[in-house]
């Protein structure tokens, strides 16, 4: 039996909890050797079950859930503490049929659903490729909004390099359908940008406490093949296209490479921002073979990745699902300029083959935090010891959202971390 654990943060200012905390996070991410093993929280709709609220009123209401996470956060003490992601308010506007929030497709307390579709048709690929702008305003949004469903009687925008004389074809665009998407393009953009400033001010506030930003603010892209399937063929669509329409498959994967890069490093740039986030949904274990992960996603995936390093930037993935069979391929990578989160698989394997490459996220899985305090301790132990072993480590649970987690377990383990990731 261990003496009762002492938090040495209890007797330091915010101003100084914040710059210890903020170098933490920089020495694990460069694979540097920090003061001790920083730890990151990401509660989500855990707030919801702490705290006498439904998820919808944390959607809802942003001041109590900032409430909500500024008392979690002073009662975990952790070196970042991150709320909910987004939120359904545009989704209503637009008519999303991609998305289920609570309160939006689910009772007040349900759990965030992607409800995949294939908004995209095997006939499309030649349009997609040809001008994939054209594509998504005139296709893709009126299929996957159902409030943008005019913008498929808009002309082809390539018409404004006429200039002037396009000015007599403004008539086209005075269709009510096409107004009537305008109008909700419009109310979506007024949401978005009433949400930034409270995001800001909610970061600000986080801040004043003491506690770094995590990730709460980064770019957000795909790789290349993901981003073909999640949200445009779906699922069972990209895996026909592997074997019926590959070289398609691969010319517009290239295609929103290119574009999604362009994205990524210009909003950066313009939000001053360093991370960008990449999710991961079809490249691991069970999805596909060596060989078709080979072709189809490693090589796009990996040149993302480049693209972003060589522009100053830190590509943060998550690598969802198992990806022990595919470790040495993310050995190639440069050193010191990514960060892995894994969610499953052996999270020890993956310190071995990939500790000297990347900064490694994750080892604590949220089923853990449902047990007992010794089993928490003696795994957090492990992994401080072992994964945590020289730096460029990050101590979070395997995936984003807490829920589930029992509260006095998740403070065990973060006094364990600070106990026993010392360096």
Request: charged fraction near 20%; charge should be negative.
């Amino acid at each position: 039996m261990s003496q009762i654990f002492q938090d040495p943060d209890c007797e330091k200012s915010p101003e100084q909890l914040l710059a210890e905390r903020a170098n933490r996070f920089a020495d694990a991410y460069a694979l540097k050797q920090p003061d001790r093993i920083p730890v990151s929280l990401m509660l989500g709709h855990m707030l919801a079950e702490m705290f006498p609220v439904t998820r919808q009123e944390l959607y809802d209401n942003p001041a109590k859930a900032q409430e909500c996470l500024e008392k979690a956060a002073l009662y975990f003490n952790a070196d970042a503490v991150m709320g909910l992601v987004g939120g359904p308010a545009v989704s209503k506007i637009l008519g999303d049929q991609m998305t289920k929030w609570p309160g939006y497709g689910l009772d007040e307390n349900g759990s965030f659903q992607f409800n995949e579709k294939e908004f995209m048709k095997p006939e499309d690929y030649d349009a997609f490729i040809a001008d994939p702008s054209d594509f998504a305003l005139r296709k893709y949004m009126p299929r996957a909004f159902n409030e943008l469903q005019g913008l498929a009687y808009m002309p082809n925008l390539a018409m404004w390099n006429f200039g002037f004389y396009n000015t007599w074809n403004l008539g086209a665009y005075a269709n009510p359908a096409v107004l009537a998407a305008f109008e909700a393009l419009y109310k979506a953009i007024q949401a978005s940008a009433a949400s930034f400033p409270v995001m800001m001010e909610g970061f600000q506030r986080m801040a004043g406490l003491g506690f770094a930003p995590g990730l709460s603010l980064a770019i957000v892209i795909e790789a290349p093949f993901d981003f073909m399937s999640d949200t445009l063929r779906g699922m069972r669509g990209i895996m026909l296209d592997m074997h019926k329409r590959p070289d398609k498959l691969m010319a517009a994967m290239e295609k929103n490479l290119q574009f999604q890069l362009d994205f990524a490093i210009n909003s950066a740039k313009a939000m001053h921002i360093k991370e960008v986030f990449i999710p991961l949904h079809r490249g691991s274990d069970g999805f596909m073979s060596i060989p078709q992960f080979e072709k189809f996603y490693w090589p796009q995936l990996k040149a993302m990745q480049l693209g972003l390093i060589e522009a100053g930037l830190t590509p943060v993935v998550f690598y969802e699902g198992v990806w022990d069979q595919r470790l040495d391929y993310l050995a190639e990578l440069p050193k010191g300029k990514s960060v892995g989160m894994f969610q499953n698989g052996d999270i020890f394997k993956v310190k071995k083959v990939v500790g000297d490459v990347m900064c490694i996220q994750g080892g604590m899985p949220v089923s853990m935090l449902t047990t007992s305090a010794d089993e928490v301790r003696a795994w957090t132990k492990r992994l401080c010891e072992e994964v945590g072993r020289d730096g460029g480590f990050v101590m979070s649970t395997n995936i984003g959202d807490m829920e589930g987690a029992k509260p006095e377990l998740v403070k065990v383990w973060v006094d364990a971390t600070k106990e026993y990731g010392q360096y």
